[in-house]
T-cell receptor, first 114, second 114 residues
């Protein structure tokens, strides 16, 4: 059972454009939703995260939109740059503190053309 | 400030063999989690260690075992290797009571089973 579904599988955007990646979850007990960025040969790095008590969180060019009723959340990358080309993973977990497990989506390969 | 370090970076084994992967957490962190990332997939949670005990476990067989040492470093052991165990094994560290969600990943150990 795939608890976190991510789309699209791949995405090509022109420099300066907006990249949008979507995720849907099934487990209503999830209460923490991070996005990770992974470059080839590297481990995933936390990009931005949100909790369900807010509908949007923005950090620089990166914004998470969260829809609790639809059980969906998305990552928007504004003014996309070639350096943003990477694989992006959404994830979800339940429980507080840092001793919990993350359930990841399958990832989106983003390519930003110059 | 050293991040999460893993060794070895690459290794090749044959079916039926055993493998040990090692992880040193980020300085100041006390919790280590292990994830398996198959090619083209998101990371999957294997287990988590805190205070030298396994605290949580994902859906992995008993062939996967681990250990945490008093200095917080950790090992992942896989016995009776199968072809399907070929993957990138990621170690992530965190601090119990620290900022929620701040999982720091290493660059991984790439295991190939022939």
């Amino acid at each position: 059972q795939q608890q976190v579904k991510q789309s699209p599988q791949s995405l090509i955007v022109q420099k300066g454009g907006i990249s949008i990646i979507n995720c849907a979850y099934e487990n209503t007990a999830f209460d923490y939703f991070p996005w990770y960025q992974q470059f080839p040969g590297k481990g995933p790095a936390l990009l931005i995260a949100i909790r369900p008590d807010v509908s949007e969180k923005k950090e620089g060019r990166f914004t998470i939109s969260f829809n609790k009723s639809a059980k969906q959340f998305s990552l928007h990358i504004m003014d996309s740059q070639p350096g943003d080309s990477a694989t992006y993973f959404c994830a979800a977990s339940k429980g507080g503190g840092s001793n919990y497990k993350l359930t990841f989506g399958k990832g989106t390969l983003l390519t930003v053309n110059p | 400030d050293a991040g999460v370090t893993q060794s070895p970076t690459h290794l090749i084994k044959t079916r039926g063999q055993q493998v040990t992967l090692r992880c040193s957490p980020k300085s100041g962190h006390d919790t280590v989690s292990w994830y398996q990332q198959a090619l083209g997939q998101g990371p999957q949670f294997i287990f988590q260690y805190y205070e030298e005990e396994e605290r949580q476990r994902g859906n992995f067989p008993d062939r996967f075992s681990g250990h945490q040492f008093p200095n917080y470093s950790s090992e992942l052991n896989v016995n009776a290797l199968l072809l399907g165990d070929s993957a990138l094994y990621l170690c992530a560290s965190s601090l119990v009571g620290g900022r929620t969600g701040e999982l720091f990943f290493g660059e991984g150990s790439r295991l190939t089973v022939l």
